[in-house]
């Protein structure tokens, strides 16, 4: 068996393979596709010393820089779900079981897509998810973003203080987002809130050029030229493969205390798929390195 067992490549479990496998004990990272969300990011200016880096080339470096150590890689591997007996074992979609005494869940998170024609085809052309990273490669344009709760309209105002024009694109009639956002977002002299719309299309060739949405009440159909779309109608972590035995927010994001530990002793967990407030490249390295020294911890006290 494994001593510390690794679910997920990206940032989180790449981290904390280094630091686990640097303690010398018997490290594993199992994971659907190296590199995680990082393999969709075109550019990254926020790693902090990189001034500015590609997301497959980051990847890379993670996988290299893993590599320099003992750890055994298990890459294409979808892990369904997780059991404990006398070790605890991590069980794979395709039938095998990997036991470990330990295990770091890195398993990340996923943006909700809107769904609609454009957004798959404009990715990293205008279409983006995450305001901390690429609010600034549009400044001084006009964007719109897709959803009024709490993380649209705080994307909203981050981004009114960066682009010329923001234009919120609510379905509801009324935002879901805190009054105190709200009376933010509405002080701000650049940003039009458009409410009771469904989005339709995103429009563009190359780059972003539009979005078309309808008024649900009167079912008329209107288009904005714009040049970016920030889709916040949610980030979805990847744990729907645990149960109920794991203590999650409704969120879905696994609950964990401050050396990484979840709920269930020997098992920790790192990065975006927990209850951390911001899901950042740098943010999950931290997390996963604080996961591996905690499960070293546990270790040697258990
Ligand atoms: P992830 O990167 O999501 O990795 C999860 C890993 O788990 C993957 O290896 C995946 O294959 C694996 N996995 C998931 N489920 C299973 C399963 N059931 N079985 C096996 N393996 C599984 N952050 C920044 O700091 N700067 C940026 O500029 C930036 N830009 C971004 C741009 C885009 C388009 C996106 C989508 C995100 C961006 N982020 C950026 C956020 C950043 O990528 C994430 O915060 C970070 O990747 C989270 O790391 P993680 O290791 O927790 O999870």
């Given amino acids: 068996p494994f001593d510390v067992l690794i679910v997920g490549g990206g940032p989180a479990g790449a981290s904390a393979a280094i630091y686990a496998s640097r303690k010398g004990i018997r490290t594993g990272v199992v994971s659907e596709r190296f590199g995680g969300q990082v393999m969709d990011t075109l550019s990254i200016e926020n790693f902090i010393s990189v001034k500015s880096t590609e997301g497959p080339k980051l990847a890379a470096s ?27 074992e991590v069980e794979l979609e395709n039938g095998g079981v990997l036991k470990s005494k330990s295990v770091i869940i890195a398993t990340g ?80 002299p650049n940003v039009t809130v458009l409410k009771n719309v469904q989005t339709k299309e995103i ?14 009440d009167t079912e008329e159909v209107k288009h904005v030229e714009l040049q970016g779309v920030f889709v916040q109608i949610g980030l979805v972590p990847n744990t729907e493969w645990l149960d109920d035995s794991f203590e999650k927010t409704r969120f879905g994001e696994l609950i964990i205390d401050k050396y990484g530990s979840t709920n269930v002793p020997g098992v920790f967990a790192a990065g975006d798929c927990t209850n951390s407030p911001y899901k950042q490249i740098i943010i999950s390295m931290g997390s996963g390195a604080t996961a591996a020294l905690g499960a070293f911890d546990y270790l040697i006290r258990s």
């Avoid at 964007?143 to 705080?154: H, Q, Y």
């Avoid at 960066?162 to 919120?168: A, N």
């Avoid at 429009?203 to 649900?216: A, N």
């Fill in 203 to 216: 429009t563009g060739d190359d780059q972003v050029t539009g979005i078309t949405f309808m008024e649900r």
């Fill in 62 to 88: 993670l996988e290299e820089h893993v590599k320099e150590y003992d750890v055994d890689i298990i890459n294409q591997q979808r892990v369904k779900g997780l059991k404990k007996s006398d070790f605890i």
């Fill in 109 to 188: 998170a996923r943006w909700r897509n809107v769904g609609v024609p454009g957004e798959q085809e404009l990715k990293n052309k205008g279409v983006a998810y995450c305001p901390h990273c690429d609010g600034p490669l549009f400044e001084g344009k006009h964007v719109a973003v897709i959803g009024g709760g709490n993380s649209g309209i705080e994307a909203a105002i981050d981004l009114a203080g960066i682009v010329k024009h923001v234009t919120v694109l609510e379905f509801m009639p009324e935002l879901k987002a805190d009054a105190v956002l709200q009376k933010r977002l509405y002080s701000l």
